[in-house]
């Protein structure tokens, strides 16, 4: 099924059509499954929590604390998957404003705002301009499995091989945080997901990411910071 959604924006409008994408002068809309206009945090209920169970060795002590010490030289961590983006913003400086009254539901999203800020790889401005470049929403949805989406639209221009953001939209959904008893750690990781879009990142397949799809019990992980810096670079 074809769904339209309409957007103004700066003084013109944006059609979006579900699976569609429309390439014109004016920021453009995709409904790319994972980057695009629609990216939806598909989270019911906890069942989707992953489960993380300690592992007994199955090498003896002995034999493990030996095969330890032939290693003793320093290793060097592993780098950091950077979580994939398709979108950026032109400058790291992106303004935002909440559209809500709810003093609870502000804090949430400012707490989204400030984890973001905090990575140092943008620096979310709030500002009470008609136009922001995110608006930062709470709704209701008929939808039980999303705890947020968020609406993308994008100019043709590419900078750093990433189409350049238009006006956004992130929304989280209050009574799917009540449905399935969310805490307000879990909304806010929801909001930080949402925000992730916002920016320009993608979901993630590394399951500690709050980017990854589906757990909502994940901070920002050094992926995630990894792929705002690749993308902003």
């Known amino acids: ?88 913003w032109p400058t790291t400086t992106i303004t935002y404003h909440i559209n809500q009254t709810s003093d609870y539901y502000q804090s949430i999203w400012q707490q989204a705002v400030t984890a973001w800020n905090n990575t140092q790889q943008v620096n979310l401005v709030a500002t009470n301009d008609p136009r922001p470049d995110i608006t930062l929403q709470v709704g209701t949805t008929d939808n039980l499995n999303n705890a947020g989406l968020t609406f993308v639209s994008y100019f043709p221009t590419i900078v750093n091989g990433l189409h350049i953001l238009g006006p956004t939209t992130a929304n989280i959904y209050s009574n799917n945080f009540n449905i399935y008893k969310y805490t307000t750690t879990e909304r806010i990781h929801v909001a930080e997901h949402e925000l992730g879009h916002a920016l320009g990142l993608g979901h993630s397949s590394d399951p500690n990411s709050v980017m990854y799809p589906s757990v909502c019990d994940n901070n920002i992980s050094a992926g995630d910071i990894a792929g705002l810096a690749q993308a902003y670079e």
């Open 1 to 88: 099924m074809k769904q339209i959604l309409k957007f103004l924006a700066t003084g013109f409008s944006v059609l979006v059509m579900s699976g569609v994408g429309l390439i014109a002068d004016t920021p453009t809309a995709s409904a790319d499954s994972q980057f695009g206009i629609i990216n939806s945090y598909v989270k019911k209920g906890r069942s989707h929590r992953i489960q993380r169970v300690r592992v007994t060795p199955s090498v003896p002590v002995k034999e493990r604390a030996a095969d330890q010490s032939t290693r003793s030289q320093p290793q060097q961590a592993p780098t950091a998957l950077p979580t994939p983006a398709k979108y950026r």
